[in-house]
Each structure stands twice: as C-alpha cells, then as structure tokens.
C-alpha cells in the first residue's frame, strides 16, 4: 500500500509478500491525497483482481479541510491535447460561469462564491465580460475592476478564474483587438504572480465573415501582448461558429487541428531537439524590447 501527495512520488505505508488473497484490514500510519495498490509478484496466471478497496481517515489541511483545488494542483499547462497540473497530472476543471457581468454582478458576493467553493466544490469560476451588449466598451474602466475583483475573490477561496472575453455580437475578434490588447495588458500584468488564472480571449466568435484563419490572426497578435507579463498561464482561444470547432456552420475541428495557432516563442521545440529557431527567438526578444506591445 502506497500514498503520494502529487500522484508521482510514492512512500510505502504498508508491504507483505505473503498476501492470501483474503479481506485484510489494515492499520497503517501515513498522509497523502492519492493511495494505490502495488503488486509486486502476481498470485496466480491470470493477474491481480482487487474487488474493493476502502480507505479511512482525517482529513489533514487548514482548518482540518482538505486543499482547494488551486493548493492541490498548482499552476495548469497543456500537455498534449490535455490540461495537466503541475504535477503532470491530467485533470478536468467543474465549476461555473457567471453570466454577463454587467447584468448580473449583483449576483456574484462573497456568499454566492462560498457556495460555490465550499457547498458545491467547483474548482473553476469563469468570470463571463461581454464587450458589446452594455458590456465593457461602455465604461472599460468600471469593467476591469470589477474582473479585478472577482479574480481576486476566487483566488481567496483557492478556485481557478477564467477571465473571459465574450465577443458574441458583433462576433468578429478583430473588431476589438484594440481593447483585447489594451484589457488584457493589464490583467497580466497585475495577475500574473498567481497560479490560478486562465485567459479566454475570444469567447463565440462568429458570423460569416469570421474564418478560423481570421481566429488565428487574432490570437498571434493578442497572445504576445499577454506573455509580455505572463509566459505560462494557460491561453484559450474559442474557435469558430459560437466556439463549436466550426461545427454549427457544418465544418469540423480538421481546420483547427491542421492550421494551429503557433504563438509560442522558442529557440528550440519544448523538448529541447531540433534545428535553432532564431527567427521565433528574435521575435521574442524584439517584444521585450518594445515599449509598445500594442504595436504586434
């Protein structure tokens, strides 16, 4: 028997090599968030069958309670086509989104959050701002606070934001790339210490003239102006057709998947192989020399 606190590292709590495939209780000292079975030499031909494994204990933690999700998984980044932890450990975010901030904000207190966090335990809060509709273009000064606000107030409560930029109508990212760049500067720049925030630049995009080439653009120009100030926050760009793969307009995700955005700046691939890319590394550095980020 084994624990791990991350789900990588394993400290034996408990080992026998003379198991009898009976019911064993077992009375074992340690702490962890994750336990396992560890065979180590099988009994008979056919495997190993384990028809039930219950565990019981104290929940450790502030309080007595166990760690929020933020305190458990740390920073998220893509791995592959999947979202990891810190850890490299695959996981999926449940939580909720607010609905336009500027028509509901009376909803979203200190109350309405402690519910979500603590009745619910949803590990996410997508704060939804539309630009248009009464949204930000209105007051974008009003607006950036209150998305201030509620970012810090899920951080107090250890969920993950997801800072969302809703473009439903008139549903053409470059419509507001000028104000992507301007909210998003600030965002970064004012958040990017913690581990907990995701950002959602283009939230529905749409209409017939919004081709994922024209998505793409979008985000190779809006994404630098975010990684000036934070280089490791996950990014999520919404895709065409309400952000459906391009499925409601009878496409499919092969023209996501066969054109991907490429906004990430190396001097090598991830791994470290392959020919030096200096074009991509003199962008990089070029966009830390500009005292004009708006300017890519």
Avoid at 50 to 79: F, I, K, M, Q, S
Avoid at 197 to 219: F, K, Q
């Amino acid at each position: 028997m084994q624990t791990s606190s991350d789900g990588s590292t394993w400290t034996d709590v408990y080992s026998t090599t003379t198991g009898d495939g009976g019911t064993d209780d077992l009375t074992v000292s340690g702490t962890g968030r994750y336990v396992r079975v560890y065979g180590t030499q099988r009994g008979t031909p056919w495997g190993y069958s384990l028809w039930e494994l219950e565990v019981y204990g104290t929940p450790t933690g502030d309080g007595g309670g166990a760690d929020t999700p933020v305190e458990a998984n740390g920073r998220l980044r893509v791995c592959g086509i999947k979202l990891c932890n810190e850890h490299g450990k695959q996981i999926q975010l449940r939580g909720m989104s607010s609905h336009g901030i500027q028509w509901y904000s009376q909803c979203l207190t200190d109350a309405s959050l402690d519910a979500l966090a603590g009745d619910w335990k949803a590990d996410v809060l997508r704060i939804s701002m539309y630009i248009q509709e009464d949204g930000y273009e209105t007051d974008p000064r009003l607006f950036t606070d209150r998305v201030h606000d509620l970012i810090e107030m899920a951080t107090a409560r250890g969920m993950y934001a997801i800072v969302d930029w809703h473009m439903l109508d008139p549903g053409d990212p470059m419509y507001n790339l000028g104000r992507a760049k301007t909210f998003f500067t600030e965002i970064a720049q004012r958040h990017n210490g913690k581990k907990n925030v995701l950002y959602e630049i283009a939230n529905e995009p749409n209409g017939d003239s919004v081709t994922w080439a024209v998505i793409r653009d979008y985000a190779h120009q809006l994404i630098p102006v975010i990684r000036r100030y934070d280089p490791d926050a996950p990014i999520l760009v919404g895709t065409r057709a309400w952000s459906s793969l391009g499925v409601s307009d009878g496409s499919d995700e092969t023209e996501i998947v066969d054109n991907p955005v490429d906004a990430e700046f190396g001097t090598q691939s991830a791994s470290g192989d392959g020919a030096n890319d200096f074009t991509r590394s003199q962008q990089y550095l070029d966009l830390l020399a500009d005292p004009h980020p708006d300017d890519f």
